[in-house]
């Protein structure tokens, strides 16, 4: 089945390190796939997304590129700040059912940006 | 234009009761999803509600149920609570339930079994 695998955290880095929070995906066709955001004691955001290979999102200095050759949608950033840290997932939508209603999530990576 | 708004924020249940949880969607909004967090799973897909009608539904017992209102309004509903249940229960609401169209998430209602 559908599946996405990000890597494990907390990461922490110094504030205007460069960022990257890998992550692949198992699916059948062709998803979409997106980076959400979760501050602490909030819901998720979007923070960008992807509909097709090749594709790149982009949003708030962070990027990410669809590569259907390696089934990987990293998320980059070149210079974090403190008020980047939160928990980041990766997560795709469902092709077979066709709607972002039911994402599959990664288990989500931990960012601690000291000053 | 307000978000997405679920009501309570935080609840404590005993086991063996039953609890309802509610959701109301931005406006305009008429498709609304349930996800439920715990440490040790992550984020699970709960159910999936277009125009009243529920279009999916994830790898749940059936002791989890939901529903949706004219209003796109959206309750889930959790009987004969577990321990297990104790989780971060979000809602995240869409104008139509289509993978291209932005999913926009509540802070969730923090629920404790005890």
């Known amino acids: 089945g559908n599946s996405v695998t990000q890597m494990e955290g907390p990461v922490t880095l110094s504030e205007e390190a460069f960022l990257t929070i890998n992550c692949t995906y198992t699916?059948?066709?062709?998803?979409?796939l997106f980076w959400y955001v979760q501050y602490p004691g909030e819901g998720l955001q979007l923070l960008l997304k992807a509909t097709k290979a090749d594709d790149k999102g982009s949003n708030k200095g962070f990027e990410a590129t669809y590569r259907k050759e390696t089934t990987s949608f990293h998320l980059e950033k070149g210079s974090v700040q403190v008020s980047d840290s939160a928990v980041y997932f990766c997560a795709l939508s469902d092709i077979l059912r066709g709607s972002q209603g039911n994402l599959i999530f990664g288990k989500g990576t931990k960012l601690s940006v000291k000053p | 234009k307000a978000g997405v708004t679920q009501t309570p924020r935080y609840l404590i249940k005993t086991r063996g009761q039953q609890v309802t949880l509610s959701c109301s969607p931005i406006s305009g909004h008429r498709s609304v999803s349930w996800y439920q967090q715990t440490p040790g799973q992550g984020l699970q897909f709960l159910f999936e509600y277009f125009s009243e009608t529920q279009r999916n539904k994830g790898n749940f017992p059936g002791r989890f149920s939901g529903r949706q209102f004219s209003n796109s309004r959206s309750e889930m509903n959790v009987s004969t609570l577990e321990l297990g249940d104790s989780a971060l229960y979000l809602c995240?609401?869409?104008?139509?339930?289509?993978?291209?169209?932005?999913?926009?998430f509540g802070q969730g209602t923090r629920l404790t079994v005890v």
């Open positions: 699916a059948t066709g062709y998803p979409s």
């Open positions: 995240a609401s869409s104008i139509i339930p289509d993978r291209y169209t932005e999913a926009f």
